[in-house]
């Protein structure tokens, strides 16, 4: 299943990694992805998720709770899983300080201070494509993952 066909209300964790992903781990976090998410439950009933990997920089889970509601435990499984992720690949994806913009039509990442920096300095500006991770809903992925920095709580830093 695609986010895309996840219900407005589904819940959704967005893990940014430090690095971007090659193809070839794209394709293998597709694949345990789609494996770990045919077995994750809540209580023992099925969760209707989805997993992608988003600009090759981005995993992405949904889940659709009018079928069952993640529980603590199975949220607590899906982190497990990231972090074999992370083990893996040798990539940070909980490092919740990098933020991921868009330069030039190419996406990049740096470090919350150094973004702040570039901000201040003019390098980027209120008009910068940011990518807002604290969305927690696929309607809020719909409307607010990408959007003007004026427009984001990243405004706070201009």
């Known amino acids: 299943m695609k986010i895309a066909n996840l219900s407005p209300d589904s819940k959704i964790w967005i893990y940014q990694s430090n690095r971007k992903f090659t193809d070839s781990e794209v394709a293998q976090i597709t694949e345990k992805g789609s494996e770990f998410i045919s077995l994750w439950n809540s209580h023992g009933n099925m969760l209707k998720a989805a997993i992608e990997v988003k600009h090759n920089l981005f995993v992405i889970f949904g889940v659709d709770e009018i079928q069952a509601k993640a529980s603590g435990c199975s949220i607590d ?5 990231i972090k074999e992720i992370e083990a893996r690949l040798k990539v940070s994806l909980l490092d919740r300080m990098q933020i991921a913009y868009k330069k030039e039509d190419e996406i990049t990442s740096s470090h919350l201070m150094e973004f702040e ?31 003007p920095v004026k427009d984001s709580w990243h405004k706070s830093l201009l």
């Open 77 to 81: 499984k899906s982190v497990a899983f």
């Open 117 to 147: 920096l570039q901000l201040k300095s003019g390098h980027l500006n209120e008009n910068t494509i940011v990518f807002n991770n604290l969305v927690t809903t696929k309607e809020e992925f719909d409307s607010s993952w990408e959007l």
